[in-house]
Structures are given as structure tokens and as C-alpha cells.
């Protein structure tokens, strides 16, 4: 018997979040597969919450910082990273989410999630579009850099425990690696 998967089209991924049938799940949309999002562990939501606060100081007026929220991507995908860092004003998102055009970068926490952040999500991000994608690795702890985006990954990896780091889009800004994993 060969099983085959639904795939759901944004729009009708919409309906479904308007109906409130997924109300009491945390999902997202990847690839047009409607996926589980395993429940924050307290040290996850501790270290996004303080880095958002971080960079919200830090990218002032220049970009919008938004925690745990959707992103709309051309291949059938709405994922919710832990942060994306957007372009301002904010106003536009009352139409809609974020497309690959409005976003800086994005970061997803990683402690279970790891495997899915490094292949699945690292795939769907560099085919969309995204320049930049940092992965924070809570086991180690690291933050691993994704940039050189090819047609569906990235050439570049780069992991620091230390240091600083300008992204991509404001290389004037020096980031300290160690705030976004330690206290």
C-alpha cells in the first residue's frame, strides 16, 4: 500500500487557522505539510525572549524584531521561527506576514528541534530566498551561521561560542554571540 501526504496551499492553510480547528495545536506549514512544533522547553524560551529584547535595543528603528511568529514563503511554507528579524514599518503585517523580501535573517532556538532546524528548515529558508539563518544550538551552546545561499542550502556554515557578529544586513553592527545563549 503506498501512502500518500495532503499537501495544503497556503490559502487553504489560512482557512483552516480561520476556522479555529488548530486553535489547541502549535503548527506550522512547511513545504505544504502541516507539521508539529514540539512545546518550548524553559530554557528556549527564556534565552529568545532576552535575545529579542537584545536586538530590539541594538537594531533600534533600522528593523522590526519579531519573536515566534509566522513567516509567508513561496513554496507552500509558513513557518514560525523563534525570531525574524523584518523590515520596518510593522503596519504592513496587518495584511499579511512576511515574505523573503521583507526579512533580515532569521533564528530558530535549538535543543530537540535541532535535527529539523539544521536540515528541514535550513532547506525550506535557503530555496525561499532567505539570505541569512542563524541556528541557536542550546546543547552545545553555539551559534551556528548560515549565509552564501545556493538554490536549496547555504555554502556557508560558520559556528562561534564567542565573539561578535554582524549580519549581513547591517555590517556596522557588532552582535555578541555569547548574549544570545548565556545570561
Known amino acids: ?32 505539510i502541516i507539521v508539529d512544533m514540539p512545546p518550548e522547553g524553559i530554557p528556549h524560551a527564556f534565552y529568545c525572549t532576552e535575545s529579542v529584547q537584545y536586538l530590539s535595543i541594538l537594531l533600534a528603528n533600522r528593523a522590526k524584531v519579531r519573536e515566534g511568529h509566522p513567516v509567508t514563503l513561496p513554496n507552500n511554507s509558513e513557518p514560525e521561527p ?14 499579511h506576514h512576511p515574505y523573503p523580501d521583507d526579512i533580515f535573517w532569521l533564528i530558530e ?9 539544521l536540515n528541514d528548515k535550513k532547506r525550506v529558508y535557503a530555496e525561499t530566498g532567505i539570505e541569512e539563518y542563524w541556528v541557536v544550538n542550546l546543547q552545545t551552546p553555539e551559534l551556528i551561521v ?38
Open 82 to 95: 523563534d525570531i525574524a528579524i523584518v523590515r520596518a514599518p510593522s503596519r504592513q503585517y496587518l495584511a
Open 109 to 117: 532556538y535549538a535543543n530537540t528541534t535541532l535535527k529539523k532546524d
Open 146 to 183: 548560515f549565509r552564501d545561499r545556493a538554490i536549496d542550502t547555504y555554502r556557508s556554515e560558520t559556528k562561534l561560542a564567542t565573539g561578535n557578529i554582524s549580519p549581513l544586513a547591517f555590517p556596522d553592527l557588532q552582535i555578541e554571540v555569547r548574549k544570545l545563549f548565556t545570561v
Open 1 to 32: 500500500m503506498t501512502l500518500t501526504t495532503a499537501k495544503w496551499t497556503i490559502s487553504e492553510y489560512h482557512q483552516l487557522v480561520e476556522t479555529g480547528i488548530l486553535d489547541d495545536k502549535r503548527v506550522e506549514l512547511l513545504e505544504g
